[in-house]
Every structure is written in C-alpha cells, then in structure tokens.
C-alpha cells in the first residue's frame, strides 16, 4: 500500500470512530434523560425502576392529600383505580391541583416505596386529563366516564 492510500485509509478509521464515539455518546444522554410513565399498577407491581427518574399518573386520591404547615412539603396518594402510590413533594404545587383530579408526576420511587416527586403536573381545564393518565385508568378498568374528557393530541 502506497503512503497515501495508508494516510486516507488511517483517516476514514479515524472519522468513523469519531462519528461513532459521538452516536454513542448523544444516544446515551438521550437515554438518560428518556422519562417513560408509569401508572400506579405497573409501580405496585415492581415494573417501575428503583434507581432512575420516570413519571407517573393517575388520580388525586379524595382525603389522602397532607400537607406540613411548616414547609412547602406535600403528601398524596395516585390512584389508577386499582392500586395506590403515595407521591411526596416539596414545593409549590400547581393552582390546579385538588383531589380527584388527574396529574402526571416527575420523579423516581424511594426506598420506602413511595414515589419521591420533583415536578407535579396538574390539568389545564376541567375537561383535560392526560392522555397517559387515562389510558392508564381504561387499562385499570375504571368506570369514569371518559367522553367528557379531551385528550391532547
């Protein structure tokens, strides 16, 4: 092989290992910043991960909301009609935040089990609910009447 063969062949080595070291690195990151949803079941069934961030969904459960009067702390329990996850939080909630409605949580499940929440995300209307949420409570089998409910596309 002639020394300009060798040097182009020692370049294109050179660029397919630099193009291939940066994919891995970008589908890396994109892999750790991927937040996929769990629902209440799929937590109490052990298929949500112990030690990375995910979100979860579901409905405020009436009467499990507690909040500390010294701090910005909250506790309540999400619901998918068949199972119950309590979800704490430190901040401040969104207005629209109450019981009975449906939220989508950012966070990752303690040691205790609980789901430890850095973002909560309530509706914007009345008549919204996260499509994951409810797709998540028809899975469950619950009896809500979701005609009345718009779903974003």
Same mark, same amino acid.
């Given at each position: 092989?002639?020394?300009? $063969?060798? $040097?182009?062949?020692?370049?294109?080595?050179?660029?397919?290992?630099?193009?291939?070291?940066?994919?891995?690195?970008?589908?890396?990151?994109?892999?750790?910043?991927?937040?996929?949803?769990?629902?209440?079941?799929?937590?109490?069934?052990?298929?949500?991960?112990?030690?990375?961030?995910?979100?979860?969904?579901?409905?405020?459960?009436?009467?499990?909301?507690?909040?500390?009067?010294?701090?910005?702390?909250?506790?309540?329990?999400?619901?998918?009609?068949?199972?119950?996850?309590?979800?704490?939080? #430190?901040?401040?909630?969104?207005?629209?935040?109450?019981?009975?409605?449906?939220?989508?949580?950012?966070? #990752?499940?303690?040691?205790?089990?609980?789901?430890?929440?850095? #973002?909560?995300?309530?509706?914007?209307? #009345?008549?919204?609910?996260?499509?994951?949420?409810?797709?998540?409570?028809?899975?469950?089998?619950?009896?809500?009447?979701?005609?009345?409910?718009?779903?974003?596309?």
């Amino acid at each position: 092989m002639n020394p300009r $063969r060798r $040097r182009i062949v020692i370049a294109v080595a050179v660029m397919l290992i630099g193009v291939g070291t940066a994919a891995a690195l970008a589908l890396r990151a994109f892999q750790e910043n991927l937040l996929y949803f769990y629902s209440p079941t799929l937590v109490a069934a052990g298929e949500a991960p112990a030690n990375r961030k995910f979100r979860i969904g579901g409905l405020v459960v009436p009467g499990s909301v507690m909040r500390n009067p010294d701090t910005l702390a909250v506790s309540f329990a999400l619901t998918d009609t068949l199972h119950q996850v309590r979800v704490n939080y #430190e901040g401040i909630l969104p207005d629209l935040f109450r019981e009975g409605q449906g939220i989508v949580a950012n966070g #990752e499940l303690l040691a205790d089990g609980t789901f430890g929440a850095t #973002e909560v995300l309530a509706k914007h209307d #009345e008549n919204y609910m996260p499509p994951e949420v409810a797709d998540a409570l028809k899975a469950a089998g619950s009896s809500l009447d979701y005609s009345k409910f718009k779903h974003q596309q």
